[in-house]
T-cell receptor
Framework: DSGVTQTPKHLITATGQRVTLRCSPRSGDLSVYWYQQSLDQGLQFLIQYYNGEERAKGNILERFSAQQFPDLHSELNLSSLELGDSALYFC??????????????FGPGTRLTVL | GDSVTQMEGPVTLSEEAFLTINCTYTATGYPSLFWYVQYPGEGLQLLLKATKADDKGSNKGFEATYRKETTSFHLEKGSVQVSDSAVYFCALSDRGAQKLVFGQGTRLTINP
């Protein structure tokens, strides 16, 4: 158990809908990262927050957004969903912004299926 | 940009066989290197890491050495078990970056 929690575990929805994925980082970790794992793209970095502020952006679509709240939990919002958004979404956390020095600890993931 | 290339899978071995999964990287800076493992139906777990050249990471009988001259971080284990069956990901993180860059993953199956 990494200490990172994600809810829900599974999500099934229809095209055009909007969903929210939630992540609680390990106790004391200030950074939260979101990754998407799909069969065709592999594991891709989406976005990072540090202590409530956006710090880095990767291959995140404009239909997707995220935020980190004062209690440090984070939410990833996916809107106008398409079939291709079906994937496993991981959250990870680390103590600070130094990605090269800190280990990122991953949650169990949320499996999103868009029908 | 930075990238990681892993050997193509799937890899199938018999129990107690020697394992090598090749990983090479391209990076402009001095990255930290990681091996993560994903067991069926689970998230990613850190297996081992190395933060500078010639460092050796080790855990649960697995080892990998950071080779700057060959830009490699190959994963090895002397005697694999059925319980090692999983997908293994090599990854890098540049000291200035805020993200992990992953290889495509190598599915390993160990037969009894």
């Amino acid at each position: 158990d990494s200490g990172v929690t994600q809810t829900p575990k599974h999500l099934i929805t229809a095209t055009g809908q909007r969903v929210t994925l939630r992540c609680s980082p390990r106790s004391g970790d200030l950074s939260v990262y979101w990754y998407q794992q799909s069969l065709d793209q592999g594991l891709q970095f989406l976005i990072q927050y540090y202590n409530g502020e956006e710090r880095a952006k990767g291959n995140i679509l404009e239909r997707f957004s995220a935020q980190q709240f004062p209690d440090l939990h984070s939410e990833l919002n996916l809107s106008s969903l398409e079939l291709g958004d079906s994937a496993l979404y991981f959250c990870a956390s680390s103590p600070s912004t130094s990605g090269g020095l800190d280990t990122q600890y991953f949650g169990p993931g949320t499996r999103l299926t868009v029908l | 940009g930075d990238s990681v290339t892993q050997m193509e899978g799937p890899v199938t071995l018999s129990e107690e066989a020697f394992l090598t999964i090749n990983c090479t990287y391209t990076a402009t800076g001095y990255p930290s290197l990681f091996w993560y493992v994903q067991y069926p139906g689970e998230g990613l777990q850190l297996l081992l890491k190395a933060t500078k050249a010639d460092d050796k990471g080790s855990n649960k009988g697995f080892e990998a050495t950071y080779r700057k001259e060959t830009t490699s971080f190959h994963l090895e284990k002397g005697s694999v078990q059925v319980s090692d069956s999983a997908v293994y990901f090599c990854a890098l993180s540049d000291r200035g970056a805020q993200k992990l860059v992953f290889g495509q993953g190598t599915r390993l199956t160990i037969n009894p």
